[in-house]
T-cell receptor, first 114, second 109 residues
Framework: DVKVTQSSRYLVKRTGEKVFLECVQDMDHENMFWYRQDPGLGLRLIYFSYDVKMKEKGDIPEGYSVSREKKERFSLILESASTNQTSMYLCASSLSSGSLDTQYFGPGTRLTVL | GQNIDQPTEMTATEGAIVQINCTYQ??????LFWYQQHAGEAPTFLSYNVLDGLEEKGRFSSFLSRSKGYSYLLLKELQMKDSASYLCAGAGGSYIPTFGRGTSLIVHP
């Protein structure tokens, strides 16, 4: 079974703090994704990566950065957290960068910024 | 750009059949997914369509019409555990899917 894990299920941070969200997948997938999910807005893509050290902006990258130093790990960084970044963050992975594959999602991190 | 549209909420009765529609407008087309997401949990894969027609998988079926930019998810013999959000995700010219806002299905006894 594919397993995607995220470092925290719940996180509370203060405005202005630097926040790291970690995601690890154990199936040697090439693609990894970070989404945020808000009521009424659905899943919105923040960033994705199709290889180590490679990253591409999604639909809403502002206020976020990412890091992929190892194939299995994809980190989302909020450089200076703001209250409008309070959300559910979902990480996903898929097999190949050259084809459309099923995405496997982690359990999510519910981030609250006070 | 890509636009995925699906109803916000639907209700149905246990044992019944429900059809959740999804329309899409994409530049090119590489396939369409349906995912199920229970409250507080991660989305999980249900189906994938790239060719026109119906794909059946147990109680769940998914249909695609590429010419109409239209798909539906059909759930038969509804059970209480089918209460969840159902996410339609389409991929246009790239291999990165765009998600709709999800349809919240409430199954009543």
């Amino acid at each position: 079974d594919v397993k995607v894990t995220q470092s925290s299920r719940y996180l509370v941070k203060r405005t202005g703090e630097k926040v790291f969200l970690e995601c690890v997948q154990d199936m040697d997938h090439e693609n990894m994704f970070w989404y945020r999910q808000d009521p009424g807005l659905g899943l919105r893509l923040i960033y994705f990566s199709y290889d180590v050290k490679m990253k591409e902006k999604g639909d809403i990258p502002e206020g976020y950065s990412v890091s992929r130093e190892k194939k299995e790990r994809f980190s989302l960084i909020l450089e200076s957290a703001s209250t409008n970044q309070t959300s559910m963050y979902l990480c996903a992975s898929s097999l190949s960068s050259g084809s459309l594959d099923t995405q496997y999602f982690g359990p999510g991190t519910r981030l609250t910024v006070l | 750009g890509q636009n995925i549209d699906q109803p916000t909420e639907m209700t149905a009765t246990e044992g019944a059949i429900v059809q959740i529609n999804c329309t899409y407008q994409t530049s090119g087309f590489n396939g369409l997914f349906w995912y199920q997401q229970h409250a507080g949990e991660a989305p999980t894969f249900l189906s994938y369509n790239v060719l026109d027609g119906l794909e059946e998988k147990g109680r769940f079926s998914s249909f695609l019409s590429r010419s109409k930019g239209y798909s539906y998810l059909l759930l038969k013999e509804l059970q209480m555990k089918d209460s969840a959000s159902y996410l339609c995700a389409g991929a246009g010219g790239s291999y990165i899917p765009t998600f709709g806002r999800g349809t919240s299905l409430i199954v009543h006894p």
